[in-house]
T-cell receptor
Framework: NAGVMQNPRHLVRRRGQEARLRCSPM?????VYWYRQLPEEGLKFMVY????????ESGMPKERFSAEFPKEGPSILRIQQVVRGDSAAYFC???????????FGSGTRLTVV | DAKTTQPPSMDCAEGRAANLPCNHS???????VYWYRQIHSQGPQYIIH???NNETNEMASLIITEDRKSSTLILPHATLRDTAVYYC?????????????FGQGTELSVKP
């Protein structure tokens, strides 16, 4: 049973480009969570999704960021018109049931140049 | 969700037990205590969780005080690979939302 798979592991984008980060949850997990970790800082919750629904996006910046978890396929975190301040590690986690412990992926390191 | 307080850093000698404290004085009756760790920018790793009884698994033991206002994570025989940031998180039950809120954690350094 593969763990939470995130790709790419490293992503370099120029300012103004779009970044698309993918997360495939563990088999049987229908709850997905995205977190961001800025350099030398802690993990910040961004968004919580179930299949085809956004449950809690209270940590998501209001502009340029969006997330989806379609019926088929991975969850996608999309950042439009990236800026240098978006450079961070983005972690995805999944769980089988809402209040169970999460399993985290290895993260995507986004660098904006 | 209740807030937690952890010391920012701790040292432990290799082979000795590491005891990581956490205060959660505002915890409510249906909130669980979770522990995660993050080893050098890897994805956080689940360690253990509990409600009110002490818990043990292959990684660690969790001791929760009777009043539930504090807990201690015990790594019985710390190794160099246990060097990491350890997060104590209090989280509500099913109908209070699913997200885990990470604080600053305790940076544990295991030394030879």
């Amino acid at each position: 049973n593969a763990g939470v798979m995130q790709n790419p592991r490293h992503l370099v984008r120029r300012r103004g480009q779009e970044a698309r980060l993918r997360c495939s949850p563990m088999k049987g997990h229908s709850h997905v969570y995205w977190y961001r970790q800025l350099p030398e800082e802690g993990l910040k919750f961004m968004v919580y999704l179930q299949k085809e629904n956004i449950i809690d996006e209270s940590g998501m910046p209001k502009e340029r960021f969006s997330a989806e978890f379609p019926k088929e396929g991975p969850s996608i975190l999309r950042i439009q018109q990236v800026v240098r301040g978006d450079s961070a590690a983005y972690f995805c986690a999944s769980s089988e049931v809402q209040y169970y412990g999460y399993t985290f992926g290895s993260g995507t390191r986004l660098t904006v140049v | 969700d209740a807030k937690t307080t952890q010391p920012p850093s701790m040292d432990c000698a290799e082979g000795r037990a590491a005891n990581l404290p956490c205060n959660h004085s505002t915890i409510s009756g249906n909130e669980y205590v979770y522990w995660y760790r993050q080893i050098h920018s890897q994805g956080p790793q689940y360690i253990i969780h509990g409600l009110k009884n002490n818990e043990t698994n292959e990684m660690a033991s969790l001791i929760i005080t009777e009043d539930r206002k504090s807990s201690t994570l015990i790594l019985p025989h710390a190794t160099l690979r246990d060097t990491a940031v350890y997060y104590c998180i209090v989280r509500g039950s099913y109908n209070q939302g699913g997200k885990l809120i990470f604080g600053q954690g305790t940076e544990l350094s295991v030394k030879p």
